[in-house]
């Protein structure tokens, strides 16, 4: 009964190609996410969807693009990967911000997809 | 300045010794602070929320600082499993945005 979780765990790829990465939550929350943890540890938000609607989108190149199919889904698409797309991603909910009487409230990850760009 | 800042470590303790991570951040409205953890090859958790009034859970005790726009973490009788990376978090300038620290590695030592 896991709340967060992503398919594919690895995914090890060549430059150039497209792939995609899905997040699934059954936590019943409203608001999805995707980060980033590059190879220094620093993660970062990449986007942000609220019922499936897109709220924070935040600097990350037009290759990647995010599609929620439905508010228990969020999944990321990536064009013509570079190496530089190497990283962990991970994918997270919450309950979307307003409900937490005004304070940004707790965000569960999934166990992250680590994408390696050769 | 970076939006988060942590003291990366990593911080080599005894078990049952006392240690404390610091943070600051950069935007003065923010109103929410965190504490995540996060284990080697794994996902950040939450640990902690960090209350105006300061918090404790257990062993752990976080403070805040609005005035200085400081946090920290204190960490009482140290475990083994308390060896992980611990971020401070704080929401930006919007909503539901979390901005990360890089993290400041803890290990414990028998």
């Known amino acids: 009964d896991t709340a967060v979780s992503q398919t594919p765990k690895y995914l090890v790829t060549q430059m150039g190609n497209d792939k995609s990465i899905k997040c699934e939550q059954n936590?019943?929350?409203?608001?999805m996410y995707w980060y980033k943890q590059d190879s220094k540890k620093f993660l970062k938000i990449m986007f942000s969807?609220?019922?499936?609607?897109l709220i924070i989108n935040e600097t990350v190149p037009n290759r990647f693009s995010p599609k929620s199919p439905d508010k228990a889904h969020l999944n990321l698409h990536i064009n013509s990967l570079e190496l530089g797309d190497s990283a962990v991603y991970f994918c997270a909910s919450s309950r979307p911000w307003g409900e937490g009487g005004g304070r940004t409230d707790t965000q569960y990850f999934g166990p992250g997809t680590r994408l390696t760009v050769l | 300045r970076k939006e988060v800042e942590q003291d990366p470590g990593p911080f080599n303790v005894p078990e049952g010794a006392t240690v404390a991570f610091n943070c600051t951040y950069s935007?003065?409205?923010?109103?929410?602070f965190f504490w995540y953890r996060q284990d080697c090859r794994k996902e950040p958790k939450l640990l902690m929320s960090v209350y105006s009034s300061g918090n404790e859970d257990g062993r752990f005790t976080a403070q805040l600082n609005r005035a200085s726009q400081y946090i920290s973490l204190l960490i009482r009788d140290s475990k083994l499993s308390d060896s992980a990376t611990y971020l401070c978090?704080?929401?930006?300038?919007?909503?539901?945005?979390?901005?990360f620290g890089a993290g400041t590695i803890l290990r414990v030592k028998s």
């Open positions: 978090v704080v929401n930006g300038p919007y909503g539901n945005k979390l901005v």
């Open positions: 935007n003065s409205a923010s109103q929410s």
């Open positions: 936590l019943g929350h409203d608001t």
């Open positions: 969807y609220n019922n499936k609607e």
